[in-house]
C-alpha cells in the first residue's frame, strides 16, 4: 500500500518550489523542523525550504528534483522501527 501511495505522489508530477527564510523566521515556525536532530544549523543566516505544495515543506540542504516525476517508480522494500515513534522507510528505485 505505502509503495502505491509513493508512486501516486510521484506521478502527481508536483513542482518542487525553493524559498529561502531567515533563521529567525524558522525559529518562529518551529513546526517546519520535524526531524530531531536535523535542524539547520544555528546562525546560518538564511534558511533553504523546500516545499512541495499538499505533500511537504521543511528546511533541506540537499540536492532536489524540479518535480516529482523525475523520480520515477520507486518499491518500498522494508520498514523498520526504530524507536516508538519512528519508523525508517527503505525504498528502491524501479528498473
Not at 516545499?51 to 511537504?56: A, C, K, L, S, T
Request: net charge positive; hydrophobic share 40%.
Amino acid at each position: 500500500m505505502l509503495t502505491e501511495q509513493l508512486n501516486a505522489l510521484i506521478g502527481a508530477d508536483s513542482r518542487v518550489q525553493v524559498e529561502r527564510i531567515t533563521s529567525e523566521q524558522l525559529a518562529a515556525q518551529p513546526e517546519l523542523v520535524r526531524t530531531v536532530g536535523a535542524a539547520p544549523p544555528a546562525g546560518s543566516g538564511v534558511i533553504r525550504i523546500i516545499d512541495i505544495p499538499g505533500v511537504d515543506r521543511q528546511p533541506c540542504g540537499g540536492t532536489h528534483v524540479a518535480a516529482t516525476s523525475e523520480i520515477g517508480a520507486v518499491l518500498v522494500t522494508k520498514i523498520e522501527k526504530k524507536s516508538r515513534t519512528n519508523r525508517r522507510v527503505v525504498v528502491q528505485f524501479a528498473a
